[in-house]
């Protein structure tokens, strides 16, 4: 279990719900630690300034997270958190590893305008 303040998604049913009901999407797939936490808390942070954006987070080691682990997009991934941007239902962006506040609010202006 992530313990933050963010919607949890626990299956791949619930992972696909998300992103077809919300235009915006960003999802965060880790786990509570180190590299993680920090992206989260950003998330978090963040939410409010973005209303037009749905956030979420997805356990790493649920067996569930194949839909994002196993995304073309984040194949050559080698450290989490890997965060993945939806548009209209589509991937449109992915990162690994920590990012901070302002890689973050670049990425989500650039794919997610008002």
């Known amino acids: 279990m992530l313990y933050t303040n963010l919607k949890h998604i626990e299956s791949a049913e619930a992972h696909q719900k998300f992103i077809n009901d919300n235009e915006n999407v960003m999802i965060c797939c880790g786990r509570m630690g180190p590299m ?6 950003i998330m978090e942070d963040i939410e409010a300034d973005y209303s037009h954006v749905k ?3 997805m356990e790493f080691d649920n ?9 073309d ?3 050559g991934f080698m450290g989490i958190p890997f965060t993945v941007y ?3 239902g589509k991937l449109v962006k992915a990162t690994s590893s920590i990012q901070t506040m302002q890689q973050i609010r670049t990425i989500l202006d650039e794919n997610f305008a008002k």
């Not at 993680?36 to 808390?41: A, E, H, L, Q, W």
């Not at 067996?63 to 995304?71: D, F, G, K, M």
């Open 36 to 41: 993680c936490i920090p992206v989260y808390g």
């Open 73 to 75: 997009e984040c194949r």
């Open 63 to 71: 067996p569930e997270s194949h839909v994002i682990r196993n995304a």
């Open 86 to 88: 939806y548009k209209h």
């Open 55 to 57: 956030f979420a987070d």
